[in-house]
């Protein structure tokens, strides 16, 4: 979750957190990394879901 509050001015926002991530060995020897992120939308209107669209 943010830390900071977002205002109603700078909304419609798409906000992009990163969950974690890692690193998987494959069997050929290569590395892989991993990377989990969470996408947020944050619409304040009326019809918040025809303003996040």
């Given at each position: 979750?943010?830390?900071l ?17 890692g ?10 990394r ?20």
């Amino acid at each position: 979750m943010p830390s900071l509050p977002i205002t109603r001015e700078a909304s419609p926002a798409l906000l992009v957190f990163s969950k974690g991530d890692g690193i998987a060995a494959n069997t050929t020897g290569v590395m892989d990394r991993v990377l989990t992120v969470r996408l947020m939308a944050i619409a304040r209107d009326e019809n918040g879901f025809d303003t996040a669209d």
